[in-house]
């Protein structure tokens, strides 16, 4: 770049992240299939750690590369397939307080979908810095009603909103009154009459998140208080997820246990928790097997397009000859 000819732009935002497996084997210019290093002289591997593409092994050798020196070649990436998915140690902790709050069965969080839809409708509002309107949606609450019926007659006395409830007794009527007075009946343990649905509520709370930010703009600034909110709100979804039993699935959740920074470890449910898992049919997933055979499907995939590239070269060689051998038949023709 040309520092005397500043380019016309500014930059809006930074942010660190680990690669994806697509960006490492774009970034990587050999892949490490060779575990012997050296031969018997001494010299690097095809294939092996000190392969030359990834840059010279001594002051004598050029790169396989970029044919640079030993001084002057920065060094290129190289990658090396693994058979299984391998935790970064650096996500290990986090890794594994989110397992524990995770269901083996039906792989979601254990609490159910409208508490999910919560948490994500306040980190949506906290990454556009929204604070207050994240704690507004404590105070979004399902529409139900409760009714005080006469157990004797069951006609509805009244109907309580259970949002608001009752301050005093002024708020009921003589009625209610008389019947809470002779049968002392509990008002919040009445019966449910005009609930709001799952459905209905979860849209009454996107669109809440709707209306707050078309009014607004993502910011790209970093402020220390949605930082702190956003760590809250993590650490309360964290204790929110750790529950005995699915609240999607009713799956019963085993125990896990951490061994350093290499092994997580599922402990043996109890009589109790299997004769629960064994009535609703419900079974672990082999997950090994799972991943291997994720990883035979894109093997073959690869090979697939591998193999109709070459048949795509061959065909165009192919064509190039026929094309070749037409030209000097015409030339022979019209000698």
């Not at 979601?108 to 949506?124: C, D, L």
């Not at 920074?261 to 090994?288: C, H, N, W």
């Amino acid at each position: 770049m040309n520092i005397a000819q500043p380019v016309n732009s500014k930059v809006t935002g930074v942010s660190f992240t680990f690669y994806d497996p697509s960006e490492v084997r774009r970034m990587s210019v050999k892949q490490v299939v060779n575990p012997v290093l050296l031969d018997s002289l001494g010299n690097p591997t095809k294939g092996g750690l000190y392969d030359p593409a990834m840059g010279p092994f001594t002051k004598n050798h050029l790169c396989g590369t970029c044919s640079l020196s030993y001084f002057n070649c920065p060094g290129h990436f190289g990658h090396i397939e693994l058979p299984t998915p391998v935790v970064n140690p650096m996500m290990f902790d986090a890794l594994y307080r989110f397992l524990q709050g995770c269901c083996p069965y039906c792989h979601k969080f254990t609490f159910n979908r409208v508490t999910a839809a919560r948490f994500i409708a306040k980190f949506r509002l906290l990454e556009y810095g929204l604070v207050k309107e994240a704690n507004d949606l404590d105070d979004l609450l399902p529409k139900t009603q409760s009714t005080i019926t006469d157990p004797e007659t069951g006609e509805v006395i009244m109907a309580i909103d259970d949002n608001h409830g009752i301050d005093s007794d002024e708020d009921m009527g003589d009625e209610a009154k008389e019947v809470v007075e002779r049968v002392g009946q509990d008002i919040d343990g009445g019966k449910k009459a005009g609930t709001e649905s799952s459905d209905q509520y979860i849209d009454r709370i996107n669109r809440f998140v709707e209306k707050k930010l078309s009014t607004v703009e993502r910011s790209t600034y970093k402020v220390t208080m949605v930082n702190d909110a956003r760590r809250q709100l993590i650490k309360s979804l964290i204790s929110r997820s750790r529950n005995q039993s699915c609240q999607n699935c009713r799956g019963p959740v085993p125990k896990l246990r951490r061994d350093g920074y290499l092994k997580i470890f599922r402990e043996p449910l109890t009589r109790k928790q299997q004769a629960v898992q064994q009535s609703k049919g419900l079974s672990y997933a082999d997950v090994l097997h799972l991943d291997m055979a994720q990883f035979v499907k894109q093997s073959k995939e690869k090979q697939q397009q591998q193999q109709k590239q070459k048949q795509k070269q061959q065909d165009e060689l192919s064509s190039d000859d026929s094309d070749s051998e037409s030209s000097e038949d015409e030339d022979m023709e019209e000698s």
